[in-house]
């Protein structure tokens, strides 16, 4: 395929695990750890995809996802949220805000792997 | 502002209460009046009679007033909570 | 007959049996054992100070001379307390919950705690019982003196026996009547020896009556006989006096201040009143039921030109009964004593809240709250007052030179203090009497009083010159005092009541109709006039910037330590806190401006608070509105009050638990959130690596050992989450087992330091310990303290970014209480957060390299709950510092 994923997460383990799994299929993974700086890390990058974690360190996921999608540029960017907070309230927040996926940690590999190519492919 | 409608009828005993709590006013309206009267009295009256006069309503009012504070403290133990009955009391009197 | 000796010994013997009385009596009170003290007949007997010695031998004297009118002087207070439900149940509720000192400080409190009303009333009741207090030492003396043979009866001697009769009252009243400054203002020794003289008296009465009636003339028939052929014409009454007397004496039954004292302040319960409203008028139908047949006997028996104000002993005496006449005696002894006792401590009472106090208070520049002992000031000033007082009364006694000038005192003191009838009455049932009608018709009343009723009484030559009298001053016939306004040839007495009393009350209405109240007026006016629907809750203060700490600083100078700190913490308990500092609300400051009156007046005590709350009184927005709030509280009916209160106070208990509930839910989703994200994180990771490993076979040996490890650390991280968890849950559970032991604290960091490096190894790390205190031992749970250590000692080697971080622990003590102090060199925590670590999960920063899950903290503080001692955040020390404050040793081990 061959598309960019950056992946917004401060958790260096699930960092790793992830690149791992989207790199061995051919994305090219750039990460970022930094809530407050990851909007201009999305400026300066302009991947085909984002995946986004909700406790990130001085701002949180949500915040992040309402400024790009108030930015036309970034509107119909796809975005796959993760959250290690599984509850309901926290999907529905997600789905709001203009998600295009909400996962819950832990995840599955396959599954994130099915779901970063469905959001490029279409 | 509304003022909550006070009740009309009260139970019998606090009604009584309120009663005596009225004699309890009066005694002294009726002291004087008893102690001035015998300056209206003719000035035939003897001495002896004049001073048993005034010691017999002395007297009097003393029994009274002693009937007048048992009913009171009999029927509330405790006269020192009652505010309630006081006040409205006041006003009670004042609507009728 | 006795000799004047004896008698002296007799009296000494009678005061000392009292000391004894009052002393007993003290000591019972003391110990909470009030038991039949309390009772309404003592009560009721207390009141007898009424009848002082003027009327114990005056009333004989009177009724010869006048007739019935010397029942006027009983019928008066007959009347009033057969109406106890109009007035003395209003009084006695106002003292009560208003803490009312003296009448003046009822009058002060009244209107807007004006302290110069206070004033005003205190020099006119200095005024008006000075002269009365003489009257009671003169008839002392004059009693000593029938007892004296011929040429001892000279007056220097006379003025001895009232100069020793001075300083024994003197003495007995500071007794028993300054030993403490009570919050209650009561004093039981001093109440008790009085009702001990008020039987004396009564039976000393009886018993001479009853020798008239029995002994000399031959039953109640006979006696109705001399009396119709006495030379008395005792059924000629005079209406102005007769009415005017009745009133008179009426008026000053309610505002003399030793009968204010007694009545009100000296009141144990409200219930006693019931009692005495009949029992009291009993007391006064028997003193008087023998006064006339005494007067009828003596004038036939005794010789002609014999003092009949004396019949009362020289009745017995004539007859050779010296035991009856000692009673007899003794009778009027007591009421000459207890009037002098009490009237002193009442008006030493005044003289020291409403002048000597402000006047002190005045001279403190910095205030209350940092100069010397106010309790001690407080008393001082009382027992100097007591003095005083009894050293004008003497003075009075020697300068007037005894004799007829006295006489006629009595009557003109009761003139004197009935002038602030106006201003006591009307201020309890009328809402829009002011401060300035008060003063005025107490002005006017003075005024008039003193011109026409105590000038004149020193006779024509006395003060005024007999042209005074017939001309009026400078010759303005107007003005004569006792033809005021060419009202002429009226009893004195009638004119002098008429005029002081009719001026009084009119300029107390017309200034209190033209001026406009203070809003602490208005609101002191309806609480006073609403008394009972308004008990419980009088407001005054607002908002204030008061410091508790002050206050309690102020309220232990006053009130004495214990009493003040158990105020305090009861209200701190009542609010809800623990410890001695509760909120300043103004409930709290008007219950301690309450109590603070109890010992010091009710403007002296609303000036010191003023001082402390802020240097000035409240604003007056403050006041309106709260006197707003109270007048619309008192619109309500009262039933409805009592319910809406019921009912407010069980919304605020629902609230208050519906806030707790909702703190705590929210707490809880917070908590479980955390947890969630806690667990989910290391979970995902060890998941994804497991699948990775699963899934590629043809991984390198490198690659797979580095995700197995991954694997690994994050399970171990998991299993120390949820140990923490199952940690934190035990210990707030509460099921935690302590090993307590003895130990060094020393040793205990000595395990918690050799424990962290076994665990980390890591050697750039600086721990300085400063030795001393270290070897101090504790009685604790060591695994427990040395965990605590270790999880401190763990978080500056995770969060201290120093590049060569330092640790300093220190053995040190504060507050009285041993404690160890953490300190690093790093950053240290924000000023915002400082409240938050002690937390759960409140990590400062994700900083994830640390990798704990934020419960270390929580439980450092929930294990040193456990163990008696706490842990605390310092700071202002460069770096983070913790101080663990140890388990206070001494009360563990007692």
């Known amino acids: 395929m061959g598309g960019t994923v950056l992946l917004i997460e401060d958790e260096p383990n699930i960092i790793e695990a992830i690149r791992f799994i989207l790199s061995r299929d051919g994305w090219r993974v750039d990460t970022h750890s930094d809530g407050l700086t990851a909007v201009d890390a999305v400026r300066a990058r302009r991947p085909d995809l984002i995946v986004l974690d909700v406790m990130l360190p001085n701002r949180s996921g949500y915040d992040i996802l309402n400024d790009l999608r108030a930015d036309a540029e970034f509107k119909e960017l796809p975005v796959l949220m993760l959250t290690a907070r599984g509850q309901k309230k926290d999907r529905e927040l997600a789905e709001k805000l203009g998600a295009s996926r909400f996962m819950t940690k832990p995840f599955s590999n396959g599954e994130v792997l099915e779901t970063v190519r469905a959001l490029v492919g279409q | 502002m509304s003022r909550p409608p006070e009740p009309i009828f009260l139970a019998r005993q606090s009604y009584r209460r309120r009663r005596w709590s009225d004699a309890a006013r009066l005694m002294p309206v009726v002291g004087l009046i008893a102690l001035l009267l015998p300056l209206l009295w003719a000035d035939q009256a003897t001495t002896s009679g004049g001073i048993l006069y005034i010691f017999c309503v002395w007297a009097l009012l003393i029994a009274g007033t002693k009937i007048i504070a048992r009913r009171l403290t009999d029927y509330d133990p405790l006269i020192e909570t009652n505010d309630s009955t006081e006040s409205t009391e006041t006003k009670d009197g004042g609507a009728r | ?894």
């Open chain 3, 1 to 894: 007959m006795l000799s004047f000796n004896a008698l002296a010994l007799i009296s000494i013997f009678y005061v000392a049996l009292l000391f004894a009385v009052a002393f007993w009596a003290d000591k019972r009170a003391e110990r909470g054992r009030g038991g039949w003290l309390r009772s309404p007949w003592v009560y009721t007997l207390s009141l007898s100070i009424y009848c002082t010695a003027w009327t114990f031998y005056g009333a004989v004297g009177n009724a010869a001379r006048s007739g019935l009118e010397f029942a006027t002087i009983y019928l008066g207070p007959t009347l009033v307390m057969v109406g106890w439900w109009v007035i003395l149940r209003r009084l006695v509720r106002i003292g009560k919950t208003q803490r009312i000192t003296s009448i003046a400080d009822m009058v002060s409190s009244r209107y807007g705690k004006s302290n110069t009303l206070g004033v005003l009333v205190t020099l006119l009741a200095v005024a008006g019982t000075t002269p009365y207090i003489a009257l009671q030492l003169q008839s002392v003396t004059l009693s000593f003196a029938v007892f004296m043979d011929g040429p001892a009866n000279a007056p220097e001697d006379l003025a001895v026996v009232a100069l020793w009769v001075a300083i024994g009252l003197a003495v007995f009243t500071i007794l028993f009547g300054t030993r403490n400054l009570d919050v209650e203002e009561r004093h039981h020794g001093i109440v008790m020896a009085i009702a001990v003289e008020a039987v004396v008296k009564l039976v000393a009465l009886l018993a001479v009556g009853i020798f008239a009636v029995f002994w000399i003339g031959s039953g109640p028939s006979d006696m109705m006989a001399r009396i119709e052929a006495s030379s008395i014409d005792v059924w000629a009454l005079q209406p102005d006096r007769w009415m005017t007397m009745i009133f008179l004496s009426a008026a000053a039954f309610i505002c003399l201040p030793r009968m204010f004292q007694v009545i009100v302040i000296e009141n144990e319960d409200e219930r006693h009143l019931s009692t005495a409203a009949w029992a009291f008028p009993m007391y006064l139908f028997l003193i008087s039921l023998f006064v006339i047949p005494i007067a009828v006997v003596g004038l036939s028996v005794m010789p002609e030109g014999s003092n009949p104000d004396l019949f009362v002993l020289t009745l017995p005496l004539t007859f050779d009964q010296n035991a009856l006449a000692t009673l007899a005696f003794l009778g009027g002894f007591s009421s000459a004593t207890s009037m002098v006792i009490v009237a002193s401590i009442a008006l030493a009472t005044m003289v020291s809240n409403h002048i000597v106090m402000p006047i002190w208070l005045s001279t403190q520049s910095v205030g209350a709250t940092v100069s010397g002992d106010v309790r001690h000031v407080v008393i001082l000033a009382r027992r100097a007052s007591i003095v005083g007082v009894l050293v004008l009364g003497f003075l009075y006694f020697r300068l007037s030179g005894g004799g007829t000038a006295l006489a006629s005192i009595g009557l003109v003191a009761f003139v004197g203090l009935s002038q602030i009838l106006p201003a006591l009455i009307g201020g309890i049932f009328w809402r829009g009497a002011t401060r300035i009608g008060a003063a005025a018709g107490l002005a006017t009343g003075l005024a008039l009083w003193l011109w026409t009723s105590l000038l004149p009484s020193f006779g024509e030559g006395g003060v005024l010159s007999a042209a005074v009298f017939l001309h009026g001053p400078f010759g303005i016939a107007m003005l004569r005092p006792e033809a005021l306004f060419w009202i002429e040839d009226i009893d004195p007495l009638v004119h002098s009541v008429l005029w002081s009393i009719a001026l009084n009350t009119l300029a107390f209405c017309v200034f209190s109709l033209l001026s406009f109240p203070s809003p602490l007026e208005r609101l002191q006016g309806a609480t006073f006039v609403n008394i009972f629907r308004f008990s419980d809750r009088s407001r005054g203060w607002t908002g204030g910037a008061a410091e508790a700490e002050d206050l309690l600083m102020m309220a232990q100078r006053i009130i004495g330590p214990q009493v003040a700190q158990g105020i305090f913490e009861s209200e701190a308990a009542k609010q809800g806190k623990q410890g001695y500092l509760p909120d300043v609300t103004p409930d709290f400051m008007d219950r301690l401006e309450r109590e603070l009156a109890g010992s010091v007046g009710a403007a002296t005590a609303h000036a010191m608070v003023a001082q402390i709350t802020g240097g000035a009184s409240v604003t007056v927005e403050d006041l309106i509105r709260v006197a707003d709030e109270a007048q619309q509280i008192l619109e309500y009916s009262n039933q409805l009050e009592a319910k809406s209160a019921e009912q407010e106070r069980t919304a605020r208990q629902l609230r208050e638990a519906n806030e707790k509930l909702l703190a705590l839910s929210v707490q809880k989703d917070g908590f479980l959130s955390q947890i969630s994200h806690e667990l989910r994180t290391p979970m995902t990771s060890i998941r994804s690596f497991s699948e990775i490993l699963m899934a590629d076979e043809a991984m390198g040996p490198e690659d797979r050992l580095r995700y197995s490890r991954i694997i690994h650390d994050e399970t171990k991280r998991l299993t120390r989450l949820l140990d923490d968890l199952l940690d934190l849950s035990v210990l707030e559970n509460g099921q935690v087992t302590l090993n307590m032991g003895e130990e060094t604290i020393g040793a205990v960091l000595d395990r918690a330091v050799a424990a962290m490096e076994v665990a980390t190894g890591q050697q750039d790390f600086v721990i300085q310990r400063p030795g001393p205190g270290e070897d101090a031992s504790i009685y604790t749970d060591g695994d427990r303290l040395s965990q605590v250590f270790i999880n401190l000692i763990a978080n500056a080697l995770k969060y201290c970014e120093n590049p060569t971080p330092r640790l300093t622990i220190k053995v040190d003590e504060a507050g009285g209480r041993r404690v160890v102090d953490f300190l690093d060199n790093g950053k240290g925590i924000p000023t915002d957060a400082q409240t938050l670590i002690f937390e759960k999960f409140a990590r400062v920063s994700d900083n994830h390299a640390a990798g704990g899950a934020g419960l270390g903290l929580a439980i450092c503080r929930e294990v040193m709950t456990r163990l008696g001692g706490g842990i605390v955040y310092l700071p202002g020390q460069g770096g983070a510092a913790f101080r663990v404050i140890l388990p206070d040793a001494r009360a563990e081990a007692a």
